[in-house]
């Protein structure tokens, strides 16, 4: 149980940050802020501080406008110092994370008077190398600049432009005016520009690089060890995880973590540890990497230790290569076999199950890769020996590039063997198996090519072993956790026990007076894709209002651009279509028109069905043209759902169905974001109001008032 002095202070920085900002007290965001604090102060400990009890996780839903944010740090950040622990927020994004570090923690440190240090923690490919830095300048000055010396898959020919932001970015790091953060630099750079800056924890040196004590990841690195907050994203906790928890983040033993957007999490994890291989881009990959070998060799000829080495890496690369060639003609055979139609390109292992001809070959694949991993992490060891010996007999500058270059092979091997080891092993029962698929891709030069995926179902397994069984607390909050008016999906998502706290607090909107929601009949049934794609061009340019902001959001690409492509020509210019421009150029475009008095209509898939904020006037209309079932055909909710049906379930009532009121409940949160709002939703499929199914989905939405029609 918490303290009487804890309890005052948590109560005490609640009051001083309503006052401070001349706000009213919000009945969920009190509800919220006691469920955290109850869940956290009832964590037993042991003689050592670890978490003893089974429980410490608290979920909360709680609505847009609730104020989630405020609630969980004002109940966490007490807490966790009286207890010695470290608080992990996690977001869904890097922008949310900016939006916490820069402007939402220090409003609520500057109204409460309280004292915490909060670092923000991002991947390396966000942070500039400096030994990378130098080396692109470098190798733009020479003749043959047409070559990447280190990286074999970029062709580094850059422009005058960006050999001038590449010497302007060394000016600013040598001055001090700029960390290095690519998301601090003031003009935007493309991917392809800013990938030659930076490197994977394979290619860094880490202590024996030169540029240690100006090394921009290192610098932002060494400032988490102090803080108080750390705020990352979803991502960057998963390949913490990966790593075995406690590398890139604290120990989660030592740490209560806070997950915002917390519906996302299990499709970040199953995400993260997936695998993907390509078989002839991966053939040639290893072909070309035994010239590199050859080229390399006459650099090395004073250390016969490391041409040695060198040289049975590239035997094992040589083998693995052949055998990979083996698997072509079978998986080619395979997808002949399935005889993929027109409009597929992947077929999936049926129960996931690639049978026992593939996985005797995969095998004996995965072997050969983890020869060849443990090969280049010893050549990388010595590489990195050598560079620590004063009067080594090849020059530091060859060593460091051989060094990336050893780091590059790591990294290619290593996810080649993932994916394969995947394919080699055999699901043993207990639980939902991992989905492997092949799917025919464009590859260089517009050739196709055979790519292997293969992904866990089950996050929860990987939650519960990785992060519930381990961290000090744990608390998850999203506006949409319950589907058909239960946490039980979201709880078996995630792998948590019945020991975890579950609530759903007070909305801060009064929906039935802000908004409408209508299911008007356009005459068609979205089981009959063509039939419904017709009726929404002949009907959709009259249910929009273009002179105000609105959002059409569609479950499938192709439909979305047959509707498109179909609007009348005087249409056309206002609206902007997903894949015209990057997300964030198109929701600029949209709110600058919409500043400006004209209208603006977006149409958008599932990225823009959540997470986007459109505040007023910017979307007073969200229509929906269809329910968002998942593509039958996606391997890992195929081979789910398969799964469940032979266990006797019913895959479309505990995952379909579910899943479809998880991204309705979302779509229809882009509407309602301030107490000003006003507006309306129309969904364009009469299945949520003719179908048994459709009075639980519509149970799941906001009360707005209703109108069927």
């Given at each position: 149980?918490?303290?009487?002095?804890?309890?005052?202070?948590?109560?005490?920085?609640?009051?001083?940050?309503?006052?401070?900002?001349?706000?009213?007290?919000?009945?969920?965001?009190?509800?919220?802020?006691?469920?955290?604090?109850?869940?956290?102060?009832?964590?037993?400990?042991?003689?050592?501080?670890?978490?003893?009890?089974?429980?410490?996780?608290?979920?909360?839903?709680?609505?847009?406008?609730?104020?989630?944010?405020?609630?969980?740090?004002?109940?966490?950040?007490?807490?966790?110092?009286?207890?010695?622990?470290?608080?992990?927020?996690?977001?869904?994004?890097?922008?949310?994370?900016?939006?916490?570090?820069?402007?939402?923690?220090?409003?609520?440190?500057?109204?409460?008077?309280?004292?915490?240090?909060?670092?923000?923690?991002?991947?390396?490919?966000?942070?500039?190398?400096?030994?990378?830095?130098?080396?692109?300048?470098?190798?733009?000055?020479?003749?043959?600049?047409?070559?990447?010396?280190?990286?074999?898959?970029?062709?580094?020919?850059?422009?005058?432009?960006?050999?001038?932001?590449?010497?302007?970015?060394?000016?600013?790091?040598?001055?001090?005016?700029?960390?290095?953060?690519?998301?601090?630099?003031?003009?935007?750079?493309?991917?392809?520009?800013?990938?030659?800056?930076?490197?994977?924890?394979?290619?860094?040196?880490?202590?024996?690089?030169?540029?240690?004590?100006?090394?921009?990841?290192?610098?932002?690195?060494?400032?988490?060890?102090?803080?108080?907050?750390?705020?990352?994203?979803?991502?960057?906790?998963?390949?913490?995880?990966?790593?075995?928890?406690?590398?890139?983040?604290?120990?989660?033993?030592?740490?209560?973590?806070?997950?915002?957007?917390?519906?996302?999490?299990?499709?970040?994890?199953?995400?993260?540890?997936?695998?993907?291989?390509?078989?002839?881009?991966?053939?040639?990959?290893?072909?070309?990497?035994?010239?590199?070998?050859?080229?390399?060799?006459?650099?090395?000829?004073?250390?016969?230790?490391?041409t040695t080495r060198i040289e049975k890496m590239a035997n094992l690369a040589s083998s693995t290569e052949k055998l990979l060639g083996l698997s072509y003609p079978m998986f080619e055979k395979l997808l002949d076999r399935e005889s993929l139609g027109d409009d597929e390109s992947r077929w999936c292992f049926p129960g996931g199950d690639p049978g026992d001809e593939v996985r005797e070959l995969a095998g004996h694949i995965s072997e050969s890769l983890s020869s060849l991993a443990s090969t280049l992490e010893v050549l990388s060891d010595r590489v990195g020996d050598g560079m620590d010996e004063p009067h080594f007999p090849v020059p530091r500058v060859d060593l460091e590039q051989l060094f990336q270059m050893v780091g590059i092979w790591q990294g290619r091997v290593e996810a080649a063997l993932h994916l394969w080891k995947c394919y080699a092993s055999k699901d043993q029962g207990q639980g939902?198996?991992?989905?492997?698929?092949?799917?025919?891709?464009?590859?260089?030069?517009?050739?196709?090519?055979?790519?292997?995926?293969?992904?866990?179902?089950?996050?929860?397994?990987?939650?519960?072993?990785?992060?519930?069984?381990?961290?000090?607390?744990?608390?998850?909050?999203?506006?949409?956790?319950?589907?058909?008016?239960?946490?039980?999906?979201?709880?078996?998502?995630?792998?948590?026990?019945?020991?975890?706290?579950?609530?759903?607090?007070?909305?801060?909107?009064?929906?039935?007076?802000?908004?409408?929601?209508?299911?008007?009949?356009?005459?068609?049934?979205?089981?009959?894709?063509?039939?419904?794609?017709?009726?929404?061009?002949?009907?959709?340019?009259?249910?929009?209002?273009?002179?105000?902001?609105?959002?059409?959001?569609?479950?499938?690409?192709?439909?979305?651009?047959?509707?498109?492509?179909?609007?009348?020509?005087?249409?056309?210019?206002?609206?902007?279509?997903?894949?015209?421009?990057?997300?964030?150029?198109?929701?600029?475009?949209?709110?600058?028109?919409?500043?400006?008095?004209?209208?603006?209509?977006?149409?958008?898939?599932?990225?823009?069905?959540?997470?986007?904020?459109?505040?007023?006037?910017?979307?007073?209309?969200?229509?929906?043209?269809?329910?968002?079932?998942?593509?039958?055909?996606?391997?890992?909710?195929?081979?789910?759902?398969?799964?469940?049906?032979?266990?006797?379930?019913?895959?479309?009532?505990?995952?379909?169905?579910?899943?479809?009121?998880?991204?309705?409940?979302?779509?229809?949160?882009?509407?309602?974001?301030?107490?000003?709002?006003?507006?309306?939703?129309?969904?364009?499929?009469?299945?949520?109001?003719?179908?048994?199914?459709?009075?639980?989905?519509?149970?799941?939405?906001?009360?707005?008032?209703?109108?069927?029609?």
């Amino acid at each position: 149980m918490l303290d009487a002095d804890l309890k005052e202070e948590i109560q005490q920085g609640y009051r001083q940050f309503l006052a401070s900002n001349e706000l009213r007290p919000r009945l969920g965001q009190k509800q919220m802020i006691a469920a955290i604090a109850n869940v956290l102060g009832d964590i037993e400990e042991g003689d050592e501080g670890q978490r003893i009890s089974a429980n410490g996780i608290c979920v909360v839903e709680a609505g847009t406008g609730t104020g989630k944010t405020l609630a969980y740090l004002l109940s966490t950040l007490p807490i966790a110092r009286q207890l010695g622990k470290r608080v992990v927020v996690a977001t869904g994004t890097v922008a949310l994370q900016e939006q916490l570090v820069n402007r939402d923690i220090p409003a609520l440190l500057k109204s409460t008077g309280w004292e915490y240090t909060i670092s923000l923690a991002k991947g390396r490919g966000r942070y500039l190398c400096p030994l990378r830095l130098e080396q692109c300048l470098d190798t733009a000055s020479a003749k043959d600049s047409g070559v990447f010396l280190f990286e074999d898959e970029i062709d580094f020919n850059p422009t005058s432009n960006i050999i001038a932001s590449y010497r302007a970015m060394d000016e600013s790091l040598k001055s001090g005016d700029w960390p290095g953060d690519r998301d601090n630099w003031p003009d935007s750079i493309e991917d392809a520009d800013w990938r030659p800056l930076t490197v994977d924890r394979r290619q860094c040196a880490g202590r024996r690089c030169r540029y240690i004590r100006e090394c921009c990841f290192f610098k932002a690195r060494d400032e988490l060890e102090e803080a108080d907050c750390i705020v990352a994203n979803h991502d960057l906790v998963m390949a913490d995880l990966a790593l075995g928890g406690g590398i890139i983040l604290p120990a989660p033993e030592d740490t209560i973590y806070i997950f915002d957007e917390g519906h996302r999490v299990a499709a970040t994890a199953l995400n993260h540890f997936s695998g993907q291989c390509r078989l002839r881009s991966t053939i040639n990959w290893f072909g070309r990497m035994q010239k590199q070998v050859v080229g390399r060799l006459p650099l090395l000829i004073n250390a016969p230790d490391l041409t040695t080495r060198i040289e049975k890496m590239a035997n094992l690369a040589s083998s693995t290569e052949k055998l990979l060639g083996l698997s072509y003609p079978m998986f080619e055979k395979l997808l002949d076999r399935e005889s993929l139609g027109d409009d597929e390109s992947r077929w999936c292992f049926p129960g996931g199950d690639p049978g026992d001809e593939v996985r005797e070959l995969a095998g004996h694949i995965s072997e050969s890769l983890s020869s060849l991993a443990s090969t280049l992490e010893v050549l990388s060891d010595r590489v990195g020996d050598g560079m620590d010996e004063p009067h080594f007999p090849v020059p530091r500058v060859d060593l460091e590039q051989l060094f990336q270059m050893v780091g590059i092979w790591q990294g290619r091997v290593e996810a080649a063997l993932h994916l394969w080891k995947c394919y080699a092993s055999k699901d043993q029962g207990q639980g939902p198996p991992y989905a492997r698929w092949l799917s025919l891709e464009e590859g260089v030069g517009g050739n196709m090519d055979i790519q292997l995926s293969a992904s866990p179902t089950d996050a929860g397994s990987i939650f519960k072993s990785s992060l519930w069984q381990r961290c000090y607390g744990a608390v998850i909050t999203s506006a949409t956790l319950q589907t058909l008016g239960s946490f039980g999906g979201f709880q078996k998502r995630c792998g948590l026990t019945d020991d975890a706290q579950f609530s759903a607090v007070a909305g801060a909107f009064d929906f039935a007076k802000a908004g409408v929601l209508s299911v008007p009949d356009i005459g068609a049934d979205p089981s009959d894709a063509k039939a419904h794609t017709d009726a929404l061009i002949a009907q959709l340019p009259d249910i929009i209002d273009w002179q105000e902001g609105s959002l059409v959001l569609f479950a499938s690409k192709r439909q979305m651009e047959l509707v498109y492509e179909q609007l009348p020509a005087e249409n056309v210019d206002k609206v902007l279509i997903q894949g015209q421009w990057a997300n964030q150029e198109i929701v600029q475009r949209h709110k600058t028109a919409i500043d400006a008095g004209k209208g603006s209509v977006i149409f958008g898939l599932a990225s823009f069905a959540e997470g986007m904020d459109f505040p007023g006037s910017y979307c007073v209309h969200v229509i929906i043209a269809k329910i968002p079932f998942a593509v039958p055909n996606d391997p890992v909710h195929s081979t789910l759902s398969e799964w469940l049906e032979k266990k006797g379930g019913n895959a479309f009532m505990e995952l379909m169905l579910p899943d479809a009121s998880l991204r309705l409940h979302q779509a229809c949160g882009r509407l309602i974001r301030t107490e000003t709002d006003v507006g309306r939703v129309t969904i364009l499929d009469r299945r949520i109001v003719t179908k048994r199914y459709g009075k639980q989905l519509l149970a799941d939405l906001p009360p707005f008032r209703r109108d069927y029609e």
